[in-house]
């Protein structure tokens, strides 16, 4: 059985930093596409950044350069290492994955998930 769960969240003022992790389970030997969504209040879940099976990262645009995706593929853990952060960034911030390569970057791509770990940006 395929499980996922986040820590790491917490609140923290802007331009600190906060590191996700995502412990995987259930998977074995199978590589899986990896990803971080968000959803902030009143919003809809959007892609953070995704990690392909051959190491390939792809970010949102209002990410890129401040977030980090990575994986420790020997303890099974995804990371996401967030620098700079802004108000915007305040979100629950969720796990996701899928097996094989990664095929898309919506949530409908993924079918497994965590439960996720809020992250709060204050001034």
């Known amino acids: 059985q ?14 600190e930093s ?8 259930g998977f074995g030997d199978t590589a899986y596409c990896m990803g971080w969504f968000r959803q902030a209040l009143g919003k809809e879940r959007e892609m953070v950044a995704t990690l ?14 401040r977030f980090t995706i990575s994986q420790n593929n020997a303890s099974n853990t995804l ?3 967030m620098n700079s952060l802004k108000p ?3 979100a629950d911030y969720y796990c996701a994955a899928e ?3 990664c095929v898309g970057t919506t949530a409908a791509d993924f079918k497994y998930w965590g439960q996720g770990t809020q992250v709060t940006v204050t001034s």
Request: glycine residues 16%; contains cysteine.
């Open 79 to 81: 990371y996401l290492q």
């Open 88 to 90: 915007e960034d305040t």
């Open 99 to 101: 097996w094989g390569f």
């Open 18 to 25: 906060l590191r996700l992790s995502c412990a995987a389970a």
């Open 2 to 15: 395929v499980q996922l769960a986040e820590s790491g969240g917490g609140s923290v003022q802007i331009g």
């Open 52 to 65: 392909d099976t051959d190491g390939t990262a792809v970010y949102a645009k209002s990410v890129k350069g």
